[in-house]
Every structure is written in structure tokens, then in C-alpha cells.
């Protein structure tokens, strides 16, 4: 079964970007759809975006027009660029099929602070 390491995290002011990385054990290829999704304290788990194996891509409207989701098969990798970060954008974040039927990784930690 494919294994997902999420890295990228950390801590960053408001306005700053990360970008995330998913590192998958075996063959992407053949995942129709991959997606990042995050947990803020409290709260449930949501879905932030996703990517199909084509490049189609749909994002939350929360996060519409500051987060780029890419994919490179040949990789392996999944990725999120997120820009302009915002405090609520808080949350440790995970990647994971769309829907989710993989076992979740540990997650990557992001905190939005000044």
C-alpha cells in the first residue's frame, strides 16, 4: 500500500508562503485524484484541494486564488504553494486520495503567526 510523508511545515508571518510537499512510496499514476487537506485545532478535517492525474485542479473557497496544488507522477510528489497565509490558515495538513482512502501521514504543522 502506498505510504504519504508530508513535509514542509512551519512557522510564518502573515502574508508569507510555505510550500508543502507529499512524498508517496509507490506509483502515483494511477491515483485518479490527490488532494491536501488540513485539520485546524478544534475542527474537523477539511479538504483545501485537489489535483486529478491530468492536472485538473479545484481548490476551497478559502483558499481560491493563494494555493496551488501540482502533482509530478513521475516523482511521485504531490505539492502546495500557499501564499499570502493567513492566521486561520493554521492547521497541520495532510495529503491523501480525494476522497480520502488511503492511511493519513503525520502531517505536516503550519502556523500562521506574528
Known amino acids: 500500500q502506498v505510504q504519504l510523508v508530508e513535509s514542509g511545515g512551519g512557522l510564518v508571518q502573515p502574508g508569507g508562503s510555505l510550500r508543502l510537499s507529499c512524498a508517496a512510496s509507490g506509483n502515483m499514476f494511477r491515483i485518479l485524484r490527490m488532494g491536501w487537506y488540513r485539520q485546524a485545532p478544534g475542527k474537523q478535517r477539511e479538504l483545501v484541494a485537489d489535483?486529478?492525474?491530468?492536472?485538473?485542479?479545484t481548490y476551497a473557497d478559502s483558499v481560491k486564488g493563494r494555493f496551488t496544488i501540482s502533482r509530478d507522477n513521475a516523482k511521485n510528489t504531490v505539492h502546495l504553494q500557499m501564499n499570502t497565509l493567513k492566521a486561520e490558515d493554521t492547521a497541520v495538513y495532510y495529503c491523501?486520495?480525494?476522497?480520502?482512502?488511503?492511511?493519513w501521514g503525520q502531517g505536516t504543522q503550519v502556523t500562521v503567526s506574528s
Open positions: 489535483i486529478t492525474n491530468g492536472g485538473g485542479t
Open positions: 491523501n486520495r480525494a476522497p480520502p482512502t488511503m492511511n
